[in-house]
């Protein structure tokens, strides 16, 4: 590896972008052609289901002219046996045969979209149509399985997709399969002449294969495009690459230029420090002169604060002092609140109080409503006792207007008529002095209520509107006491707030007190340490060295080992 050393950093950041450009392409180009693969294959098989579904409309069509039967009739007129009748006739017939259409458009298509169309059966009338070994398994899975649309077989080399064929009566497939006795010729033959084999509708006839061959579909799409889709991926990756490859040394090159100047500078700033080194030893000897200075001041102000630690300590005891007094205040104010909540409790079951006893006036004033609803149910009935004595009377005119009529023998029926009237008489009389007190009852009963409702009504009200007045005020009296309780308890909280800084004031001026002592005795060991740092400039020369010999080490890597 003695040759990466010889190349520059610039140089060695371009081979890894290329190394790197390598690897991706190669990846890239192996995923494109697996699924290009993949998708070829879904793309051949989708395309032969098309196939399949175009032949079994056409199928479908000629079923649909119903052609069979006039063709067929024509040839009953016109021959007496199928063996009379001529090539051009029989083709006539096959036209108006859906699966003989279907097999006419698959054959004359294949070559046109490059597959190979056939059928075959385990039982063909056509020999060339027998079914091979691989042909008949796949006969038999169609048989087995009626729910089976098509079948796929890909053997690496050719994509074959399979269809099965079944009889169906709709599109006259039994008037060449059916029961012999349907045979036009009478003779259990069809009209072409082969025998009727009495198969039932529904039943597997035969399978439609489509056969796309590997070779021979990439022979005429090569024929047909100048550049295989694989050979332009290659060409833009080795474009992109090489665009790559540019920008990345676009973009290198400032960054490496920055670098090179860094270690130039770095190069000089290494001597810069040699020379600083001998600075310093005649600084440390200036430093050791000025503690000297300084440890006169410290003790000046040592004594200051310990004047003012004393006036620290006596602010912490005052506010120490307001500290208790504010959580007195507090406690007090905490006792009014909880006075106060009750109060409003009280007022509140009040009111809940006369809310129960209106709820149990209207409750009865229903029931006398009740009683007022039975009462005029009473009247009601005493109106049908009325009606009933007037019937009566009427009863009792007629019997007497009849007991006149029949003279004599009519006097005894008079003479009950006539008591007869009497008591209806007497009844009426009853009944309406019953309705008279019934409607005076009804209306001082009404008058009763109405009355009572009024004063009732005008008391609660009144009642009420006391109990929110005076809650009304419970409730300011609540918020002025929180208004009380929240600043006491700020002014509580600020109180212990001054009493904590105050000790830690106290505790900060003790500590100053002992780190200027510190600070004196550090002081008189700066001047020894004055003289070791004149010793340690020397030191710091000899590092400088070393620091030049790894910045010319830098240099060689960004631009190159130049010596060898």
């Not at 190349?7 to 390598?22: E, N, P, T």
């Not at 007090?332 to 809940?352: C, F, L, P, W, Y």
């Not at 200027?516 to 700066?526: E, F, G, S, W, Y």
């Amino acid at each position: 590896m003695n040759w990466m050393n010889r190349l520059s950093l610039k140089l060695r950041l371009l081979s890894i972008v290329l190394f790197s450009i390598a690897i991706c392409s190669l990846i890239a180009i192996a995923g494109f052609l697996y699924f290009n693969k993949q998708e070829f294959y879904r793309g051949i098989i989708e395309k032969s289901r098309a196939i399949h579904l175009r032949l079994d409309a056409a199928a479908h069509y000629v079923a649909t002219q119903d052609g069979l039967d006039p063709v067929i009739d024509r040839m009953k007129s016109k021959y007496k046996n199928p063996e009379d009748m001529t090539k051009e006739d029989k083709e006539i017939v096959l036209k108006q045969v859906p699966i003989v259409a279907a097999m006419k458009i698959g054959s004359m298509d294949s070559d046109k979209d490059n597959y190979e169309f056939r059928i075959f059966s385990d039982e063909p009338r056509n020999k060339d149509n027998a079914a091979s070994r691989e042909e008949l398994e796949i006969f038999l899975k169609f048989k087995a399985d009626t729910s089976l649309k098509d079948f796929v077989v890909n053997d690496g080399k050719a994509i074959t997709v399979y269809r099965p064929v079944r009889l169906d009566k709709n599109k006259g497939c039994l008037k060449c399969h059916g029961e012999p006795g349907t045979s036009p010729w009478s003779n259990g033959k069809d009209i072409l002449g082969y025998k009727m084999e009495n198969w039932e509708d529904g039943r597997l006839h035969g399978v439609f294969a489509i056969k796309t061959d590997f070779k021979k579909l990439a022979n005429n799409t090569s024929a047909r495009s100048f550049i295989p889709p694989e050979g332009i991926l290659v060409i833009g990756i080795i474009f992109g690459g090489i665009i790559a490859l540019i920008l990345a040394t676009l973009l290198i090159r400032k960054p490496i230029a920055g670098l090179s100047m860094i270690t130039h500078e770095l190069n000089s700033s290494a001597t810069q420090v040699n020379k600083t080194s001998g600075q310093i030893a005649s600084s440390a000897e200036e430093l050791s002169q000025a503690t000297t200075q300084q440890a006169a001041s410290l003790q000046e102000t040592s004594a200051s604060i310990e004047e003012i630690s004393s006036m620290v300590s006596n602010n912490t005891q005052n506010a120490e002092q307001a500290a208790s007094i504010s959580e007195q205040s507090l406690s007090s104010s905490q006792r009014g609140k909880e006075v106060v909540d009750h109060m409003i409790k009280a007022i509140g079951d009040i009111n809940t109080s006369n809310s129960g006893i209106a709820a149990q006036i209207n409750d009865t004033n229903k029931e006398i409503e009740n009683i007022v609803k039975i009462i005029n149910e009473i009247g009601e009935k005493t109106k049908v006792i009325n009606d009933i004595v007037f019937q009566t009377k009427l009863l009792s005119f007629n019997a007497s207007v009849e007991a006149a009529r029949a003279g004599e023998q009519g006097k005894g029926f008079a003479v009950v008529a006539e008591e007869v009237g009497n008591l209806a008489s007497m009844s009426g009389s009853a009944a309406q002095e019953i309705s008279k007190m019934l409607d005076s009852s009804t209306k001082s009963v009404e008058d009763i209520v109405k009355r009572s409702k009024d004063s009732i009504g005008k008391l609660i009200l009144e009642g009420k509107e006391k109990v929110d007045s005076g809650t009304r005020i419970a409730h300011e009296c609540e918020e002025v006491f929180n208004e009380i309780l929240t600043n006491i308890s700020n002014v509580s909280r600020m109180v212990n707030e001054i009493s904590s800084a105050s000790k830690e004031q106290t505790q900060g001026v003790r500590e100053i007190t002992k780190a200027i002592a510190q600070l004196d005795q550090v002081t008189h060991q700066n001047t020894a340490n004055a003289s070791q740092s004149a010793n340690a400039a020397g030191n710091l020369s000899s590092e400088a060295e070393q620091l030049n010999s790894l910045v010319q080490s830098l240099v060689q890597t960004i631009d190159g080992d130049k010596s060898s």
